[in-house]
């Protein structure tokens, strides 16, 4: 099931809006492959027990770290948005190898140069890492790149798509391939209808939202400057102006709980075109007989809880609305704060899972998310102390 709907506006870029397996298919892969998480567990074990076992020989042969796979989602930049699976494995086995190579590798470094010195030989993986800067170093560690060991899955994928890239491609065709006959097929199915209404609501709502409301409805993770008109990474030091911007594509996604996105600039032109797989918890899989539950869980980490936490001005909004719901406009009166400043509280509160939200009559009602607060300490003594 696909559809595409263009905005415009004088204030925010052309938005178009799909609904597509031409990402959730790698999300699915990373989940499938990594530790339990967010994800519907009866989901993930039942994807696991329909694999063949070799599927997993061939995948830890090709790079045992599972956030390869989104990364890897990015290789086809320019495919269509809204195509199907088999028009997305087409285009994947279609790629020239050395474009494959290149998407690939500046995807995960972020530098066009650095991507183009590494791949020619001119410089080492580590040297090419040793030039980022310390801003970065989370978004390498996040990729399993730093601390630098050549050793590590990551760093040997990279080293192997250097030396070949066809092969790398040609397997990943093959695992896509048997991912979707074994298990992904079946699920895109169960997805699809709670996507389509996903989308519906996010259609209704852009016309009347600016980029920094939309952004924080769909829990993206960037920051919106309005006055500025521009677009910012959360992490790193990524700045788009909004004149920069193509266009930006949304696609719901159920699977995409690390809320990651993309950036493809066109040379020939200088824009960039934005795709936002936006996580919405609220995107139900469709069972036998008609019932239906989560595609995901909640699950918030402690340290971003502790940090929503730690700021005494959110510390106080959660107090405030422990007391008594209210929405964010009468949060700014009572506290004398902008509605900027509101907006970027609320945002972080939003992200580390401490409030709830509740439309009604054109308004946000904003209360506080109890259950995150009472399961905090035990989740925190597991993360500290659990030996696994």
Not at 34 to 46: F, I, M, Y
Not at 142 to 156: E, N, R, T, V
Not at 315 to 322: D, E, K, P, S, T
Not at 345 to 356: D, E, K
């Amino acid at each position: 099931m696909t559809r595409e709907k263009l905005q415009f506006s004088p204030t925010k870029p052309a938005i178009t809006m799909a609904v597509s397996p031409r990402f959730e298919i790698f999300h699915g892969m990373r989940l499938v492959l990594a530790p339990p998480s967010g994800v519907d567990e009866r989901w993930r074990q039942n994807a696991r027990s329909r694999l063949p076992e070799n599927f997993y020989t061939r995948v830890e042969r090709l790079c045992a770290n599972p956030i390869v796979w989104p990364n890897i989602g990015d290789a086809v930049e320019h495919a269509a948005m809204d195509g199907s699976f088999f028009q997305v494995l087409k285009a994947y086995a279609e790629i020239d190898p050395a474009r494959f190579q290149y998407v690939v590798t500046e995807g995960m470094l972020h530098r066009a140069d650095v991507a183009r010195d590494a791949i020619a030989g001119r410089i080492t993986l580590k040297q090419a890492l040793e030039t980022f800067p310390e801003d970065r170093q989370a978004w390498l560690a996040f990729l399993g790149l730093f601390p630098f060991d050549s050793d590590a899955p990551m760093a040997k994928f990279l080293t192997r798509l250097f030396n070949d890239p066809e092969t790398i491609r040609d397997e990943i065709v093959r695992l896509l391939s048997e991912f979707w006959d074994c298990v992904f097929e079946d699920t895109w199915s169960s997805l699809a209808p709670s996507m389509a209404k996903s989308l519906t609501t996010l259609e209704r709502t852009i016309p009347t939202c600016t980029m920094s409301e939309i952004a924080d409805r769909t829990l993206l993770s960037v920051e919106v400057d309005e006055g500025r008109q521009e677009i910012r990474a959360n992490s790193g030091n990524y700045t788009l102006p909004f004149d920069k911007i193509d266009r930006i594509h949304f696609l719901p996604s159920a699977l995409n709980t690390n809320r990651l996105w993309m950036a493809f600039e066109t040379p020939e032109t200088g824009l960039t075109t934005l795709v936002f797989p936006y996580f919405d918890p609220l995107i139900q899989m469709e069972e036998q007989g008609g019932r239906s539950r989560p595609a995901s869980k909640d699950v918030y980490e402690p340290p971003m809880i502790f940090r929503a936490l730690g700021d005494t001005t959110r510390f106080a909004i959660v107090n405030m609305l422990a007391k008594e719901p209210m929405s964010a406009a009468e949060l700014s009166r009572r506290m004398d704060l902008t509605k900027a400043t509101m907006s970027h509280h609320v945002r972080i509160l939003r992200l580390a899972g401490l409030i709830n939200e509740e439309w009604a009559a054109g308004s946000v009602t904003l209360s506080v998310r109890r259950e995150t607060l009472e399961t905090l300490s035990d989740r925190t003594v597991g993360q500290l102390f659990d030996a696994n």
